[in-house]
T-cell receptor
Framework: DAKTTQPPSMDCAEGRAANLPCNHS???????VYWYRQIHSQGPQYIIH???NNETNEMASLIITEDRKSSTLILPHATLRDTAVYYC?????????????FGQGTELSVKP | EPEVTQTPSHQVTQMGQEVILRCVPI?????FYWYRQILGQKVEFLVS????????KSEIFDDQFSVERPDGSNFTLKIRSTKLEDSAMYFC???????????????FGDGTRLSIL
């Protein structure tokens, strides 16, 4: 089972910031938080990941709380093309394969 | 930007037939994965592959499934005798292997839609 909980759906106005929360209260010290999204009929697309520090790349920012029990993915200026299902996943980093366990994710609808 | 490519995009097969799904991972990646997504359901892990052997597999990955890296570039998933319930999107993913930085993300292809009739 997925170790994260996310709201099933969210709306966001185009051009505004989208803030997607994720709860991972049982996260272990060696588990990273990964965010992916899936646009209809496509494969999951990697967005960003982090361990404990906040991270930013060209797609998004990831804010992880100090206790690491929750995180927020921020899309600073959402566009209609950001409409997708967003998955928050925790993964152990090890010498093994490191499978991803997907939950139901958050369906983000960006509206004009 | 390098990407994972999968062929075919859509495969229609009669129940009981064998099917092979093909993937070309990103060239410097050493970890390979197959996932599936039944229509309307979650993405599910099937198998991971590293150094020419399976490193982990799920309960779904039974004796009807096999994986192979036949030529150093392709990574294939074979289903020996397909069932109706094998109908799904099958996604291949690959990941870089850095000894000092094992948190590199998996990158996914756009999948093969497998339809069993």
């Amino acid at each position: 089972d997925a170790k994260t909980t996310q709201p099933p759906s969210m709306d966001c106005a185009e051009g505004r910031a989208a803030n997607l929360p994720c709860n991972h209260s049982t996260i272990s010290g060696n588990e990273y938080v990964y965010w992916y999204r899936q646009i209809h009929s496509q494969g999951p697309q990697y967005i960003i990941h982090g361990l404990k520090n906040n991270e930013t790349n060209e797609m998004a920012s990831l804010i992880i709380t100090e206790d690491r029990k929750s995180s927020t993915l921020i899309l600073p200026h959402a566009t209609l093309r950001d409409t997708a299902v967003y998955y928050c996943i925790v993964r152990v980093v090890s010498n093994q394969g490191g499978k991803l366990i997907f939950g139901q994710g958050t369906e983000l609808s960006v509206k004009p | 930007e390098p990407e994972v490519t999968q062929t075919p995009s859509h495969q229609v097969t009669q129940m009981g037939q064998e099917v092979i799904l093909r993937c070309v991972p990103i060239s410097n990646h050493l970890y390979f994965y197959w996932y599936r997504q039944i229509l309307g359901q979650k993405v599910e892990f099937l198998v991971s592959f590293y150094n020419n052997e399976i490193s982990e597999k799920s309960e779904i990955f039974d004796d009807q499934f096999s994986v192979e890296r036949p030529d150093g570039s392709n990574f294939t998933l074979k289903i020996r005798s397909t069932k109706l319930e094998d109908s799904a999107m099958y996604f291949c993913a690959s990941r870089e292997d850095r000894a000092r930085n094992r948190n590199q993300p998996q990158h996914f292809g756009d999948g093969t839609r497998l339809s069993i009739l």
